[in-house]
Structure formats: C-alpha cells, structure tokens
C-alpha cells in the first residue's frame, strides 16, 4: 500500500514490520499517514540525505522560478515553496536529534554539520529573487484567499521583506552583508564567553556554608586548604553563591562571573547593536526591538515595554517584603540593624530563607516518583483530559537501547494521531538534557491525506540501578509535564502548513502551554492519581508536604521575578530607537536599568558581556516573564472548572483551541477563545502572592 515508508523494506523482524503496518493501516482509515523517521545509520548516509535535500529543494525552486507569469498559482508559488521548506525540514530535524542525542560521536559531528548546512541553505532562500518574482506576481493578482491560505501568503510577502527584497539592490546587498557580520560577531560572541575561565582559590574558612561533598569533590579540592572555585562554571558558581556565609567571598564570586568576557565582548556586542540598529533602520523599523516583535505575540517593542513596565509596578510589595525580610536576616548576621542587601546577596538568602520556614526534604519525594509509574499516571492524566491513549511499540530502528517509541491515538475511536519518542536516560555524548525535539510535523498532503506528525522528548533522568528503580525528583517531574506538553502542541496539531503546524507560534508564547502544564504536578488531586511511595504504594504523599512545597514554591518569587524582569527590561533598552551615528555603551545601558529594576551592583561588573540571551532571544527576553503570565492565566480555565485539572472539558478546550491551530491563526485569538475573555496579568500576580481574584 501507499502509504508504507520505504523504511520498512530495511531488515526488520517480521513482528515490528506487523505492528507498525497495522498501525499505519489504522492511520490510514482516517487519512492519516503514519511515517515511521526514517533515521541515517551512518554519516555517510546522513551526509547524503542532506545533499539529496539540497538538490531536490534547489530543483523546486527553480522549476517555481521559471514559470511563466501568467500562469502562476497559489499551489505553483507559494504552495510550491512551502512544501520544498517543509520537505528539507524533516531532514533537517532529523540530523538536530542526531547531532544531539546519538550515542556515537562520528554520528553527533555529522549531525552538527548536517544542521548546520540546512541552516545556511534555508537562509540562501530568502535571496532568491527569481523566486520572490513569481511569488509577487501571484500576489499582485490580488488573489482572493482566506484562513491558511492568506496567512501563508502574507507571511511568505513578509519573510522576503524583512530579508530587505523589497529594497534596491544595492541596499539589499548591503543588509545581506550586515547579516552576514552580524552572524559572525554573534559566533565570537559565543566563543569568547566559551573561552572566559575565572578560577578562584579559597580557603576552607572562606567557604563556610558551601556542603561538604562538593569541597571534598576532586575538581574542587586542590590539597589541604584549598579550594578552586570556577566563576564560569554555573554548578559551582550556584552552589557558592547560595551557601556561602562570608559576604566577601559571594561578592569576589559574583564581580568575577559578572565580568566575564568582558574585555572581549564589550566591544564585540557594542558592534553588534550597531549592526542590528543599522539593518533595522534600513528596513524602515524604528528599533531592532520593533523590527523582532513585529513577528511575536507583542507586535511592537512599545507593547513588550509596557508589559514589562506593568508586571515591574505589579509585583513590586511582594518584592519589596521579600527584600524586608533577606535584609532583617542579613542585620541578624552582621550585627548591623543598616545591612543592605546587594546582588551578591539574594541567593544566599533565598536559599536561608526557603531552609529556616520550609524545611523541605527535597530527595526523600523522589521515592514517590518511580519513573515508569511517573510515566504511566502522565500518560493517564493527558490522557483522560486530553480524550488520548499512548500505546508503547517497538521502535523500527534505536539510536540509544533504552529509546521508547508509543503512538498517540484518540481514545474513543483508536485512530492513531502521531508517534511519540522517548529517550529519557543519560549517556556518554548525549548533550540533550531536558528538551523536546520535533522529527515530522504534520501538514496537509496531496489527496486529502493528512501527515502524522512524530515528537521525541529527551530527558536525563537518574537511569535505574541493580534492584534499585530509577526515582525522579520533583523538578525532573515538572519537566515530564512540560516537555510532554510541547510534544502534545506538535502531535495534536491539525494545521494546513507545517509552517503553522503546533509548537510553530510566536517564540513569546511557546512556552507558556508547557509552563501551564507544571502546574499539575503541586496540586493534591493530580498527584493523588499516580505519586506513591515505590516501597508501599498505598503511600502518598502527604498533605502537609504538598502544603509546604505550594508555600516555598513562590516564597521568594518577587526577587525571582524582579530580576526577570531586570534582564528583559536591559534587553529591551540595548535594542530600542539608537541614532545611527551615536556608539553604543552597552554597559551603561544595562547595569542602570538592572541597578533600577533589581538591586545595587557593583560598578565595575559587565554583566551583559555574559549574558547569552543576547543571542537568538535579542529584544526576546521579555517573553518568559510574558509566556508565564499567560500560562497562568490559562491555568485558570483548569481551575474553575468542575474537575479542576483534570476536566475533560478544559482540556478539550485547550486541544481545540490552542494545540490543534498551532499558528494557523492569530495565538491572541486562540488565547481569548481557550479563556473566553481577554488576558489579563492578575492571574499570574495572584499566583505568586499578589493581586486581586478579578480576572475580567
Ligand atoms: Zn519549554
């Protein structure tokens, strides 16, 4: 039949062969076509199926540029280059899976390579003007196009404009050439902060506080009294900063991890603002903070402010308590009622505050999350909200032994939906530690037939030992919840395009469907349904304890957030309207606004010569604060319906309204549908312990 992947006439036993034939016969009854990825064996293969990629793209496009204008069709155009992204995409998914989890290191390489080509060649499309003639020439019949269709064909418009197509071509050449610098200072941007070491010897005394197993540890200890710490190194930077009692070793700590690559990167992200001020202003946007928003959730970087701007004023008496509170511990220990509390200091005093009030015994919960009963209560509860089964099946083909595959179906008909990979343990070379990774996304293909999308979810969770089973932690929980989640965004996607297909959305909104679903992990209710001592199942885990972990939970979520917030509102300032002519000072910028926003620095520190959201998430930053307010206010639809975070109906809801568009609509609209009222922020404030219970 048709719709069998040529993946299955490699020499696989006769039993997998059967199982996922009849799946794929399944899958087929309702259109669906269920393709088992097709994974490279070799570098060799790998590198190939990357030229074959190349090659059939680069023949696409030229049979869509030479076309006579006359005849030009939506399908001819836009349709025609739609697909050929869509087709050199998988590839490319598969060789970032490859590059990041495979367990043999030629395999890792050709994988990096692999991305990184598909990369470059997918950027060389949006120079190809041949290309972007015919598509105008399609636009310019002024086509009458709705839903999918319209929204392709304008984002595909916008994806050339913003290229700088629409300019002359010697002022396209130009931003052509900014770009390319531009990518090159970001890569020395990288590796200088790579190459930035900032080891520090202490004395025994000097790090009273610090546990003892990580002096003791051998990369620690360097002989009888002395310890090197690395500022560089974010383990052990942490674990100082949190414990240490002598104020004075924090503080060398932190001017040292503040001011890393600081000679380096200062002039290197100076000449980087300037570039990007320099393409924006080209291109006729006020800002590069305009010129990103205009394709997110925010529009405009006016809006990002002011959100920012809003939930800074918001949450200010929670910080301002907190900060009360770290300064009245700090007076007890310094003997000075004046105590100030600077940026050296919150860490060690959120983590005294969280051992004084909840004393919280963080590895005795892991004995109520054994991974495989963790696994089956997850796919239980998503299931059962979801209307969806997970069924476990032989993987045709394993890049790791302990590598799971299960197909996703609908629980009342049995049609399967999509694949779902997991590889959830850790092992030498695998760099992937908590993350979600797309392989197929679905789309529309010819003859009505609809393409099965296929996720994997990788996890580094502790694997289990001898009679021993493999115990998460809380948090290793959390991130099941909400790497699952992103999974279910790309699986449950019913969008035309791969282009619009799940996770697909605004980079200031993916996250927070994910982050909603975290929260089903600190209510009683859920955790009820499958947490249970793995010694005597009959154990749950108590209420006082669930109690306790709610109230530490957000204890100190000011100081958490504030600083947030402090990094988005910095972000936002280095990439706002800029003369031209006027050099940048991008540390001025950003200790002021930081100093404003969280609390007092020292003068020498550079914190932006570090700080590596500048890369990628530039003028973005603000979107984690942004997606987690609206994950909240989501949360609430879960909340005030009958069976809290279990009802059926709210997560229909959020599969009709929110996973199944993807971005084939506008997520403000799909965000107002779910809640059937405007976003509001007081959700997200009452949440972490401010604000009023009025969502309207
Ligand atoms: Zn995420």
Redesign the pocket.
């Known amino acids: 039949m048709s719709f069998l992947l040529t993946c299955l006439s490699c020499n696989l036993p006769a039993a997998q062969v059967a199982a996922i034939n009849k799946l794929q016969v399944a899958a087929a009854r309702t259109n669906r076509v269920l393709s088992v990825p097709d994974f490279e064996r070799t570098p060799d293969a790998l590198t190939a199926s990357v030229a074959d990629a190349i090659a059939k793209g680069n023949s696409e496009l030229d049979q869509i540029a030479s076309q006579n204008l006359d005849h030009v069709t939506f399908e001819n155009t836009v349709g025609a280059l739609e697909n050929l992204r869509a087709e050199s995409s998988i590839v490319a998914n598969r060789a970032a899976l490859i590059a990041e989890t495979h367990a043999d290191s030629l395999m890792r390489a050709a994988g990096e390579r692999a991305r990184k080509k598909l990369q470059e060649w997918n950027v060389g499309l949006d120079y190809r003007e041949d290309v972007f003639k015919v598509i105008k020439a399609f636009a310019s019949k002024e086509p009458k196009l709705t839903g999918e269709d319209a929204r392709l064909l304008a984002e595909t418009l916008r994806d050339f404009r913003r290229a700088g197509m629409e300019m002359p071509p010697q002022e396209r050449e130009q931003i052509k050439q900014l770009r390319s610098e531009l990518s090159a200072l970001a890569a020395e941007f990288e590796s200088n902060l790579l190459a930035a070491k900032a080891p520090f010897v202490f004395t025994k005394a000097e790090l009273d506080g610090v546990p003892e197993d990580f002096l003791s540890s051998p990369r620690i200890r360097r002989d009888n009294d002395r310890y090197q710490v690395m500022a560089d190194a974010m383990w052990q930077y942490n674990i100082v900063e949190d414990c240490a009692r002598n104020e004075a070793t924090r503080k060398r700590l932190y001017v040292a991890h503040d001011s890393l690559a600081k000679e380096k990167n200062v002039p290197v992200i100076n000449r980087m603002l300037a570039l990007r001020n320099q393409i924006a202003l080209k291109l006729g946007y006020k800002s590069w903070a305009d010129y990103q928003a205009e394709v997110r959730m925010a529009k405009t970087a006016a809006n990002a402010q002011a959100y920012i701007d809003n939930l800074v004023t918001g949450i200010h008496p929670k910080f301002e308590a907190e900060l009360r509170e770290f300064q009245k511990m700090k007076a007890t220990d310094t003997g000075d009622p004046k105590a100030q509390i600077n940026i050296w200091d919150w860490r060690y005093y959120t983590n005294q505050l969280n051992k004084l009030k909840f004393a919280l015994d963080k590895e005795a919960l892991r004995n109520f999350f054994p991974f495989e009963q963790t696994l089956d209560g997850m796919f239980f509860i998503f299931g059962r909200v979801f209307g969806l089964r997970f069924d476990q099946t032989e993987p045709p083909y394993k890049w790791a032994d302990d590598l799971r595959l299960y197909v996703v179906s609908n629980a009342d008909t049995g049609a399967p939906i999509g694949l779902l990979y997991l590889d959830m343990f850790p092992r030498e070379g695998k760099t992937a530690r908590g993350g979600?990774f797309e392989i197929v996304n679905g789309r529309r293909l010819p003859g009505d037939k609809y393409q099965a999308p296929a996720a994997a979810v990788v996890l580094d969770v502790p694997p289990p030992s001898g009679d021993n089973p493999s115990l998460l932690s809380h948090a290793d929980v959390e991130i099941l919840f909400?790497?699952l989640g992103?999974a279910l965004h790309c699986i449950l996607t019913r969008a035309k395009y791969s282009r619009f297909a799940g996770t697909h959305v605004p980079i200031d909104f993916?996250?927070a469907p994910?982050?909603m679903l975290q929260n089903w992990i600190w209510d009683k209710r859920v955790l009820d349904t499958f947490a249970a001592d793995y010694r005597d199942r009959s154990k749950k885990i108590p209420a006082e304890i669930i109690k306790k972990m709610n109230d530490a939970r957000f204890a100190t979520a000011g100081t958490f957030y504030r600083r947030q917030f402090a990094f988005a509102a910095a972000d936002l300032a280095l990439h706002e309207a800029h003369p031209s002519e006027e050099p940048y000072d991008c540390v001025a910028i950003s200790n002021r606004i930081f100093e404003r926003t969280f609390l007092p620095i020292d003068a020498q520190t550079s914190f932006i010569s570090s700080f590596l959201g500048l890369n990628g998430y530039d003028a973005g930053y603000y979107g984690y604060a942004w997606a987690d307010a609206i994950a909240a206010d989501m949360a609430t639809v879960f909340e005030k319906a009958k069976d809290g975070y279990l009802d059926k109906q709210a997560g229909m809801k959020l599969r009709q309204e929110i996973y199944e568009p993807g971005d084939s609509r506008d997520v403000n609209v799909s965000i107002e549908k779910f809640l059937g009222r405007k976003q509001s922020v007081q959700p997200f404030l009452k949440k972490i312990g401010i604000g009023s219970e009025d969502t309207k």
Do not use: A, P, T
Request: hydrophobic content about 10%; cysteine-free; overall charge negative.
């Open positions: 979600e909400h790497e992103h993916v996250e994910s982050q």
